[in-house]
């Protein structure tokens, strides 16, 4: 690990302009993920800046109805809060079936909606990645393939979003709130905070330099049957293959995203649409725009499949 200097921000617009003033800066909450990755010299922060005291470990209601839960809020606290188990069971579902309990204890909400792809060509800083060094070419694309995306993937980059968090949040609608180096505040859709590579894999989210998430809002609760299913090599401690996060109402309509599949979390409100008339319309239109490789082909009817289980659930 490279040498690096430390400070702790007194406010979040206070850590948002040290941010700013320093291109060479990260913050640093509970370094799950960050810290592994200075490890490996595939982030090299020059500037770490604390965040851990700012006050944003609270979860606390909305004026809609809803729950802000900070950016520092643990994610072991986030999914044992009796609100987050009554009122948005997929939230809790999808954050207990990530990590391990000693990493749920440490890691913070918006470490996870910010962490890293679990690409093998990423972490191997032997291999040509876009999103390590933009412009090298990605390996993934004649490499073994199997973990990575099928879709919303394009000619510079297949990798993943491996967050079980972020696809409960999708389809949640949630928002993020955060600050700016101005101090100036504002609340990014959860569909809009996650990028697509492009042509700039590199450039993961709608955060601009220096800003800092504060927190992620929860619209009213919408009722219904609340699903996350996870498929993966093994039982725990694995990221997912595909998962469903999915709210059914008794009508048989409601919203389904994807993770495992894509660059962010995946959902069509189009397929949603299509819900009551099963998993295979929906899938149909969620992978409309496929593109696989000889080792990942499996993770569409692998996706159909898992559907079709969690509406059966939704049904029993």
């Known amino acids: 690990m490279r040498s690096f200097t430390f400070e702790r921000a007194e406010t979040p617009a206070a850590a948002a302009r040290a941010a700013a003033a320093r291109p060479d800066a990260k913050f640093i909450a509970g370094g799950t993920n960050l810290l592994d990755l200075m490890k490996l010299e595939i982030e090299t922060p020059r500037h770490l800046i604390d965040v851990n005291r700012l006050g944003l470990d609270r979860i606390e209601p909305t004026e809609n109805g809803g729950l802000r839960v900070g950016a520092l809020v643990r994610n072991t606290d986030m999914a044992a809060d009796e609100r987050v188990r009554r009122d948005y069971g997929v939230l809790t579902r999808a954050v207990m079936a990530g990590a391990s309990g000693q990493l749920r204890n440490k890691a913070t909400t918006a470490g996870n909606l910010l962490q890293r792809t679990r690409c093998p060509y990423f972490y191997d800083t032997n291999m040509a990645c876009n999103k390590r060094r933009p412009g090298s070419g990605c390996a993934a694309l004649e490499g073994y393939s199997r973990q990575l995306g099928v879709v919303g993937v394009g000619d510079a980059c297949i990798a993943t979003n491996p967050s079980d968090m972020n696809v409960a949040l999708r389809v949640l609608d949630a928002a993020v709130e955060t600050v700016r180096p101005d101090g100036e505040t504002r609340a990014i859709p959860i569909a809009d905070f996650h990028r697509l590579p492009g042509d700039t894999p590199e450039v993961e989210t709608a955060l601009e330099p220096g800003e800092l998430v504060t927190a992620v809002t929860l619209p009213a609760p919408v009722g219904g049957r609340h699903i996350y299913r996870k498929v993966r090599d093994r039982a725990s401690y694995a990221f997912a293959l595909v998962s469903v996060a999915a709210v059914v109402q008794p009508d048989g309509t409601g919203r389904v995203a994807l993770g495992g599949v894509a660059p962010k979390p995946w959902r069509l409100e189009e397929a949603d649409a299509r819900l009551a008339e099963g998993a295979g319309p929906v899938a ?15 993770k569409i009817p692998l996706a159909e499949r898992a559907l079709g ?5 939704a049904r029993s």
């Open 284 to 298: 149909e239109r969620l992978f409309a725009d496929a593109r696989t490789t000889e080792h990942n082909a499996f």
């Open 309 to 313: 289980a969690v509406l059966a659930e």
